[in-house]
Structure formats: C-alpha cells, structure tokens
C-alpha cells in the first residue's frame, strides 16, 4: 500500500465549528471519531481529519481564532482527494459561497 498523502492548513475556525461543519463539508460521508481524528470513509480508503488549536491571530484589538488541520488520506486515489478537498473548502470558506 502507498504511503498516505498529509496535508496540513491552517482555517480560522474554532474546533467546535469544524465539528458543526464536517457533516456537510465530507457530502455527509460515513465519519467516526477515533482517537481524537475524525475518519471519513472515503473512495476505498479513508481521510483522517486532526485538528488543533493555536494562538489566536491578533490584529489591533480583534483576536481570529486559528485551527491547525491535519488530512491524512489512505487508500485515496488523487483524483478523489482532489473532489474532497474542492468541496471540504467550498463548505467551510466563508465569504465565498
């Protein structure tokens, strides 16, 4: 088997919205928690999704929330890596659309 394809991202989001956005982000996709990650069966494989939060990023008195993300994706052709994180980013990209 291929070693995973990592990719990781900063989103300035809390963890809670992440959570609150998953299920319309992964098209509703089979998804468990384990071990802290949230897995998405995905195309024969899987995407496992971490997330940890930073230091707020501060700009005057605004402080914006930052959320390190980790996607870890097994068995995922790229074509279909490619499909997920077009429609993960349409779903949490505020502003546009």
């Given at each position: 088997m291929p070693d995973p394809f990592v990719l990781r991202r900063e989103m300035g989001c809390t963890r809670e919205e992440l959570a609150r956005w998953l299920p319309g982000a992964t098209g509703g996709a089979p998804a468990r928690e384990e071990?802290?990650?949230v897995v998405v069966a995905l195309a024969g494989g899987e995407a496992r999704i971490a997330a940890e939060a930073r230091a707020p990023r501060r700009i005057g008195g605004l402080a914006l929330p930052v959320l390190a993300v980790t996607f870890t994706f097994r068995g995922v052709e790229e074509p279909a890596r490619r499909a997920?994180?077009?429609?993960?980013d349409a779903w949490t990209q505020r502003g546009g659309g």
């Open positions: 071990a802290g990650e997920f994180l077009a429609r993960f």
